[in-house]
């Protein structure tokens, strides 16, 4: 997991209603209904959110805690329609205490995984696959569909791993990159494992990759990796990544064909899975 700093995450409480409201003028959907799209809920209303009390259980693992991050994660589930709260407690007795107030959803980070548990159907879900799903959803509304078109996956660890697999179901084909050749070679072998003659290629070459592909998910925590003379006017990028790996002159040229922000999709995602849908764990020893 990419591990956030405070200037990632402060800022996200007092801008959701803005942030969702770009998500609606670029993809057509609000977060909520991204996030009902990925788990193939079609019905929004349909998954329960103001029974499902959630707790934020802030974590001192590792790093430590991120000053901002459990109160942006509570902020975007209240946001969502879930009553959420942040324990009084860290760590084991953060658990323990969401556990006795009821809590249905449990989320919680250190420098490895950020999950949230649903404590009725003992139920884990993974950010990293949650994210790179739901990037992949958004793409496929800001390219309306992608059924016989071919999207450039840019970093082959977990995020990467679930944006490709969500392509694939959606009928793209694929071109993976990662600046280490073996990781993108080990996804293609998994991703034939999982399905049926998926259309997969991998290029060992970033320059040659961008040049060949219009749609990009930049699953990669590279800074400057795509520049303006990588975009054209199809070109359109959605990044999970933190930080994206955009210039600023290519962040200018794509406008609104630019799709990133630093946690609210992927808790919204997660949110939606731990209420209605799991998704594949993500794969031993992946980064």
């Known amino acids: 997991m990419t591990r956030l700093t ?18 609606r003028e670029k993809t057509g959907l ?6 009902c799209r990925t788990i193939s809920q079609q019905n ?27 109160g942006a994660v509570a902020a975007i589930a209240r946001h969502l329609g879930f009553p959420a709260f942040i324990t009084g407690s860290s760590d084991v007795a953060g658990f323990a205490e969401a556990l ?21 159907l003992a139920r884990t879900i993974d950010n990293a696959a949650a994210t790179g799903a739901i990037f992949a959803v958004s793409l ?11 999207t450039l996956v840019i ?21 993976l990159y ?15 494992a999982a399905f049926p003659c998926p259309p997969l290629a991998v290029e060992c070459s970033l320059a040659r990759a961008l040049a060949r592909c219009r749609l990009i998910i930049d699953a990669c925590p590279a800074p400057g990796i795509i520049d303006r003379q990588h975009v054209g006017e199809q070109t359109i990028v959605v990044s999970p990544g933190v930080p994206h790996g955009l210039t600023p002159a290519a962040r200018q ?27 594949p764990a993500p794969q031993p020893g992946e980064s």
């Open 155 to 175: 970093g082959c660890g977990r995020v990467g791993e679930s944006a490709a697999r969500q392509l694939i179901k959606s009928g793209s084909g694929v071109v």
């Open 100 to 120: 006795e107030r009821k809590a249905v959803l449990l989320l919680m980070a250190d420098d490895q995984r950020f999950i949230a548990y649903n404590s009725r």
């Open 178 to 192: 990662d600046i280490d050749a073996r990781r993108s070679k080990g996804l293609k072998r998994r991703l034939q």
């Open 140 to 150: 496929e509304q800001m390219a309306g569909g992608l059924k016989g078109k071919e």
């Open 44 to 70: 929004p209303e349909a998954l329960p959110r103001s029974s499902l009390k959630t707790a934020v259980i802030p974590v001192n693992a590792g790093l430590g805690v991120i000053e901002g991050f459990a």
């Open 253 to 279: 040229a794509l406008g609104g064909r630019f799709l990133h922000d630093s946690l609210e999709l992927g808790v919204a995602a997660m949110l939606a899975a731990a209420a209605g849908h799991s998704f």
């Open 6 to 23: 405070s200037q990632n995450v402060i800022p996200i409480a007092r801008n959701l209603e803005t942030h969702d409201r770009r998500l």
């Open 30 to 35: 609000s977060m909520w209904q991204l996030a």
